[in-house]
């Protein structure tokens, strides 16, 4: 299936390793040229050389999402560099771990930044330019917990939940100008935050962090953990032009984990 994503321009957030990586790729393999973004100047370079070495356009440009003057460096860099962006991907590592009494306020207003502010401020960014255009595709990775909250991870909980508040009133707002709103909701997936939190969760239950693996795969139906490329087809899909009819979705991808029915 072609999915009309060729000249397209995709900025990723949060793209030299795990999920942000591997919807960087599947959307260069699409042929869209791509704006990859994260803290770590050195990963990042190295996830650009891969991309340009298997004859991708990309751009890399690092940046703390949590702050608002590189949010909106790096949508200028990206503008600079390809002329517009089409697909914004919000994506950002989880906040810390632990049970409610374990975070004060400056924990909580750290992961507002990271987990809210930064998909707030990625989007004001670029949507007016999609609004221009009469295109544009927004896509936020969130998680699982927003169907079915994931003990021990009271911040993330509260804030991925709060990202799909505002993305479900927003796609409302942007689907008059052709911009589609939906969220990713990634199971557990072999990532590195999952391998954290799997020896943050060993460590408080006093076990070994395969032990606590071995945990989450007798959850799952499909009795494994998931592979960043699977998420990243289904990002590349509702990423493209033949995806305009879907906004406004909560879409998991996790082997069945969620026992809910919608």
């Known amino acids: 299936m072609d999915l009309e994503l060729r000249g397209k321009v995709a900025l990723v957030a949060a793209s030299s390793r795990g999920l942000g990586r591997a919807i960087a790729e599947e959307l260069a393999r699409e042929g869209a040229a791509i704006v990859l973004c994260a803290r770590g100047a050195g990963a990042l370079e190295q996830a650009r050389a891969a991309l340009a070495a298997a004859g991708a356009a990309a751009t890399?440009?690092?940046?703390?999402?949590?702050?608002?003057?590189?949010?909106?460096?790096?949508?200028?860099?990206?503008?600079?560099?390809?002329?517009r962006v089409d697909v914004l991907v919000t994506n950002a590592g989880g906040p810390p771990p632990g049970p409610f009494e374990s975070h004060d306020e400056a924990a909580w207003l750290a992961a507002v930044r990271l987990t809210l502010l930064s998909v707030v401020e990625l989007i004001r960014a670029v949507l007016p330019g999609m609004k221009e255009r009469g295109f544009g595709r927004i896509l936020n990775v969130t998680s699982i917990a927003v169907k079915?909250?994931?003990?021990?991870?009271?911040?993330?909980?509260?804030?991925?939940?709060?990202?799909?508040?505002?993305?479900?009133?927003?796609?409302?707002?942007?689907?008059?100008?052709?911009?589609?709103?939906?969220?990713?909701?990634?199971?557990?997936?072999?990532?590195?935050?999952?391998?954290?939190?799997?020896?943050?969760?060993?460590?408080?239950?006093?076990?070994?962090?395969?032990?606590?693996?071995?945990?989450?795969?007798?959850?799952?139906?499909a009795g494994r953990l998931g592979e960043p490329?699977?998420?990243?087809?289904?990002?590349?899909f509702l990423a493209s032009p033949r995806a305009a009819y879907v906004t406004a979705q909560s879409i998991a991808v996790d082997g069945g984990w969620i026992r809910g029915l919608l």
């Open 229 to 236: 490329r699977e998420l990243a087809a289904l990002a590349a």
């Open 60 to 83: 890399a440009v690092a940046g703390d999402l949590t702050r608002t003057d590189d949010v909106r460096r790096i949508a200028a860099a990206a503008q600079a560099a390809h002329g």
């Open 148 to 221: 079915q909250p994931v003990d021990n991870l009271v911040l993330s909980n509260a804030l991925r939940a709060a990202v799909t508040g505002m993305a479900r009133t927003l796609a409302n707002e942007t689907a008059p100008h052709g911009i589609t709103v939906n969220n990713l909701l990634p199971g557990y997936t072999n990532t590195e935050r999952v391998q954290e939190l799997s020896h943050a969760q060993a460590q408080a239950q006093g076990v070994r962090p395969e032990d606590v693996v071995a945990a989450w795969r007798a959850q799952i139906p």
